[in-house]
């Protein structure tokens, strides 16, 4: 038994039954302060740990606003969940050489994730919450960040709880589940606020749906390979899918503009990942073979392309970013 279910479990036999909600949260909470889930030796693998590509499309897309916004001296890089930091370097590199200098902020909970980044931004800043980030343009990324959050599930109206039953952990109803996210609306809400007073633009990019729509969609991950969910609490990475039509409601009633649901592959061709590949294999004869094949996982329809979800949500005086518009 983990440590975590040991406590969980105290904790059901003194409270009662916990929601789906706490219980993400006590597990993801767990399992992100004691390691990197990143990689070939951890969970999971996420766009930027396949290949720079991806964190360039991203800075390339926020450089291009940002020059269009008439290029505001105090806006600030932003990201939530950076993970090992390769996405912002990669980014980084592309908005600095845009003429962007302004500071790096991020929102992160994880002191071995916290290092990492060290590692690969060292100028930046460190949040705890959404909410602490200045109050300053943005020009914010989140990949793979929203996924994590705990989400509520209701089923015919009751919310679904974890109990202890026959010596282990167990669902207190299963049928049609109905999920919610209000720790995901918050963290947008704030985004959105800011993004809507002070300028600015966040792209939003992680596995989900455009629409809204019944279905239990939380899973775990455990080396690199579906695990049953209330196995092994906090060693395991659990998520659930973005309602990305949740997202644009809690976005625009803070006053912000919400562009198109995109998928993550056609995203990435509209910013013309395809010459940044071949523009790479050309230095890089040695890596073809390896660019291909990151292009391929990063925008086919079979690997990442179509699962993965771009949005973008921003200041009503910014315009709308390049491939989203
Ligand atoms: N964006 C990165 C990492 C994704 S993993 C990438 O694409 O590779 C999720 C990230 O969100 C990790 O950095 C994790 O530590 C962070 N995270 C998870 N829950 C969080 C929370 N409640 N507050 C802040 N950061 C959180």
Not at 45 to 71: H, N, Y
Not at 200 to 221: E, F, P
Request: charged fraction near 25%.
């Amino acid at each position: 038994m983990t440590p975590l279910e040991r406590a969980l479990r105290e904790r059901i036999q003194a409270e009662g039954p916990i929601t789906v909600e706490s219980f993400m949260q006590a597990c993801n909470d767990f399992y992100y302060v004691t390691r990197d889930p990143l990689g070939a030796r951890g969970d999971f693998t996420t766009a930027p740990e396949i290949s720079q590509m991806f964190g360039e499309m991203a800075g390339a897309c926020l450089a291009d606003s940002w020059k269009r916004a008439g290029a505001p001296a105090d806006a600030v890089y932003a990201e939530l969940g950076p993970g090992r930091g390769t996405l912002a370097a990669d980014a980084l590199r592309v908005l600095r050489s845009a003429g962007f200098a302004g500071e790096v902020h991020f929102v992160e909970t994880s002191p071995v994730l916290r290092d990492m980044q060290k590692q690969a931004v060292p100028t930046a800043h460190w949040h705890e919450r959404v909410d602490d980030l200045p109050a300053q343009p943005l020009l914010l990324v989140a990949n793979e960040f929203l996924d994590a959050l705990p989400i509520r599930q209701h089923s015919g109206g009751i919310e679904r709880r974890v109990m202890v039953a026959a010596g282990g952990l167990a669902f207190d109803r299963d049928g049609e589940i109905i999920e919610s996210s209000p720790a995901r609306d918050e963290a947008i809400a704030s985004i959105a606020l800011c993004l809507s007073t002070k300028g600015g633009t966040a792209l939003i990019i992680d596995y989900g749906h455009a629409k809204s729509a019944a279905g239990d969609t939380l899973q775990a991950l455990h080396a690199h390979r579906f695990a049953p969910v209330l196995d092994k609490p906090g060693e395991q990475d659990l998520t659930a899918h973005v309602d990305f039509e949740a997202l644009t409601r809690a976005a625009s009633e803070a006053g912000a503009v919400v562009t198109r649901v995109l998928a993550q592959g056609e995203w990435l061709v509209r910013l013309g990942i395809h010459a940044r590949a071949q523009a790479l294999s050309r230095a890089n004869p040695d890596r073809a073979g390896e660019i291909d094949g990151a292009l391929h996982r990063l925008t086919s329809s079979d690997e990442m392309g179509t699962l993965f979800k771009v949005m973008a949500i921003h200041s009503p005086d910014w315009p709308a970013p390049a491939g989203l518009e």
